[in-house]
């Protein structure tokens, strides 16, 4: 997206009062400026959607990282018990 330098240089002209060469200095200074700085909202949605998408991404990595480690967690406690049950009872004989 950019400024329309004309556009700016009349309307500085007609609203604001500016000389026809400060209004066109001052136009092509602002779209200078500017220039590849803007975005349209198309752009902004895009790159939105894209953020979105690595986030929902990273989310789904997270959920199955923490469910490998409460399994993991899950299965050693399991064999820890186990274990202190098969000690209990072999003592018990």
Do not use: N
């Not at 330098?5 to 500016?18: N, P, T, V």
């Not at 001052?26 to 894209?50: N, W």
Request: aromatic share 4%; glycine share 4%.
């Amino acid at each position: 997206m950019s400024i329309d330098a004309l556009k700016l240089a009349r309307r500085l002209r007609e609203r604001a009062g500016f000389a026809p060469e400060h209004a066109e200095e001052a136009a092509q200074a602002i779209a200078d400026a500017f220039a590849g700085q803007l975005v349209t909202s198309s752009e902004l949605r895009m790159e939105l959607t894209h953020l979105q998408s690595k986030v929902e991404t990273r989310i789904a990595e997270t959920k199955s990282d923490l469910t490998r480690l409460i399994l993991t967690v899950a299965s050693g406690q399991t064999a820890l018990l186990l274990a202190a049950m098969f000690s209990l009872v072999r003592s018990a004989h």
